[in-house]
């Protein structure tokens, strides 16, 4: 226990736990940015990760509460928890989608993952919390990226799976600080927070590259020069975007309080404040040049 630590205060009012009413239509397309495949099989192959790593993240996070005593950390895991479970539910009816509707291929990088996470799941509490807490950086990045290139990332994509990324990341950025915070309540230890960096980052990247490349395979266009160039440029946009965030997460005083949450971000969370329990999610108008926060202002 790192008996130094001492709780700070979040820079977001909430840990909200909302529900994920998206009705995916049956007839979903898998390729559901069309003008970019590449890009839709991406973010596919990250999808088929969540259902293994958040329930992963929601143990860790259980197992360290027995270990810690600071009442607001107590509450922030179960806020998070709470957030995560909904994520992976909803990722899981989605993977469900792309499966029946083109990829069963997943399934076999469904059991690749599930072996993986069974044995991560068997390490020590601190290396399970540095990977946690390295791979909230990571997706922090990923917020950032997809909230604000949108207008690139998902013009003319299906409105279902855009306006649920968004909605997913908008909590990544609600709760960035949470596992942070337990792994500096437990350990706070550098080195191993530091090889988390990489270690949650990597891994689940690793899987999502591998979802992709099978659904690649699958539609036959790996070989093609577009095809190529594609996954090229989404990667250079990836690093470009996300790595900073890396950087920045090895500096031995970083703090996600640090990292500024996009404006968007902030429209989202009030306007979705204002719908009444049983509104459904409005979604994304992915036809509209700005992509405005699907709320009225
Ligand atoms: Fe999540
Ligand atoms: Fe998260």
Not at 140 to 150: A, E, M
Not at 156 to 184: C, Q, R
Not at 266 to 290: F, I, M, Y
Request: net charge neutral; charged share 20%.
């Amino acid at each position: 226990m790192n008996r130094d630590y001492q709780y700070q205060a979040k820079q977001v009012q909430a840990i909200t736990i909302r529900p994920f009413s998206f009705d995916f239509p049956d007839d979903l397309d898998p390729k559901w940015v069309p003008s970019n495949i590449v890009r839709s099989h991406f973010f596919n192959g990250v999808s088929l990760t969540m259902p293994y790593l958040e329930p992963f993240l929601v143990k860790t996070m259980r197992e360290a509460a027995g270990h810690l005593s600071q009442p607001e950390l107590l509450e922030d895991i179960r806020a998070f928890n709470g957030q995560e479970a909904s994520h992976y539910k909803c990722h899981r009816r989605l993977n469900t989608l792309l499966k029946t509707n083109g990829y069963p291929e997943f399934e076999a990088v469904e059991a690749r993952l599930d072996t993986a996470y069974k044995k991560l799941s068997t390490r020590s509490l601190r290396t399970k919390l540095a990977y946690s807490a390295g791979f909230e950086c990571m997706i922090n990045g990923f917020t950032t990226w997809l909230i604000n290139k949108r207008q690139q990332l998902f013009a003319g994509a299906s409105p279902h799976i855009a306006s649920f990324w968004l909605m997913h990341m908008i909590e990544e950025t609600e709760h960035k600080t949470v596992a942070f915070d337990v792994y500096m309540a437990y350990s706070g230890q550098y080195w191993p927070r530091a090889i988390g960096v990489f270690h949650g980052s990597f891994h689940v990247l690793h899987y999502g590259i591998i979802g992709m490349f099978t659904a690649l395979k699958k539609d036959g266009t790996l070989g093609e020069l577009q095809c190529l160039t594609k996954i090229i440029r989404h990667f250079f946009s990836l690093l470009w975007n996300v790595a900073p965030f890396l950087l920045r997460a090895l500096l031995p005083w970083y703090n996600p309080r640090r990292e500024a949450d996009p404006e968007w971000m902030r429209q989202w969370v009030a306007g979705h404040a204002k719908l009444s329990a049983d509104d459904r999610l409005p979604l994304v108008d992915t036809s509209d040049p700005e992509m405005p926060v699907p709320f009225i202002q």
